[in-house]
């Protein structure tokens, strides 16, 4: 269960947009359509964002947009805003009832 | 209002054992599959366990397997995670989740989180 490769970090401008890669394997992101995204402000609990790839859980601004090709999964973040700068995580299934998360990417909004 | 409280963390000496718990309210646990989720501070999630609803299905990362039982006391609201043979690298926020439902369908997603024990491992 190694974990999924993410950019350390990546940033935009207010109004920008941004996308965060999430590379994995054709055991985990490559072979199944499950991956997620969620978003954590530190000290409070993470929120998530996307689900299934590309599927917003209700409430969920829809600035947020998810895809995936192959083994990389990707998160689109629209219209940039202050509060969307936090931390963001990718997670996929991996087989025998195990989940595998990114290494988290640092968004910063300039 | 839906929450998960996590419970039990501490400073334990490597070799150790703690049981951290977790309390769920505003909903009903055992329809539910939960995890457990860790931080370790200023590093990224890593997924630690999943127990099914009833607690008859149990798996576990790598990281963990063997050391780590994740279990449930439905009558009681609780989930727990028994760590033993506790070592530095175990040392984390550890997180309780509960898994999305989508109708009737499991979906490998976390909705509800709590706000995290941590646990440190040192002598």
């Known amino acids: 269960q190694s974990a999924l490769t993410q950019p350390a970090s990546v940033s935009g401008s207010p109004g920008q947009s941004i996308t965060i890669s999430c590379t994995g394997t054709?055991?985990?992101?490559?072979?199944?359509?499950?991956v997620s995204w969620y978003q954590h402000h530190p000290g409070k609990a993470p929120k998530f964002m996307i689900y299934e790839v590309s599927k917003r859980p209700s409430g969920v601004s829809n600035r947020f947009s998810g895809s995936k090709s192959g083994n990389t999964a990707s998160l689109t973040i629209s219209g940039l805003q202050a509060e969307d700068e936090a931390d963001y995580y990718c997670?996929?299934?991996?087989?025998?009832?195990?989940?595998?998360f990114g290494g988290g990417t640092k968004l910063t909004v300039l | 209002e839906v929450q998960l409280v996590e419970s039990g963390g501490g400073l334990v000496q490597p070799g150790g054992s703690l049981r951290l718990s977790c309390a769920a309210s505003?909903?009903?646990?055992?329809?539910?599959?939960m995890h457990w989720v860790r931080q370790v501070p200023g590093k990224g999630l890593v997924w630690v366990s999943r127990v099914n609803s009833d607690g008859s299905a149990t798996t576990y990362g790598d990281s963990v397997k063997g050391r780590f039982t994740i279990s449930r006391d439905n009558a009681k609201n609780t989930l727990h995670l028994q760590m033993n043979s506790l070592g530095a690298e175990d040392t984390a926020v550890y997180y309780c989740?509960?898994?999305?439902?989508?109708?009737?369908?499991?979906?490998?997603?976390?909705?509800?989180w709590g706000q995290g024990t941590m646990v440190t491992v040192s002598s």
């Open positions: 989740a509960r898994e999305f439902v989508e109708g009737s369908r499991q979906t490998d997603v976390f909705d509800i």
């Open positions: 997670c996929s299934y991996a087989g025998s009832g195990t989940l595998v």
């Open positions: 054709s055991s985990d992101v490559g072979r199944y359509s499950t």
């Open positions: 505003g909903f009903t646990l055992s329809t539910y599959w």
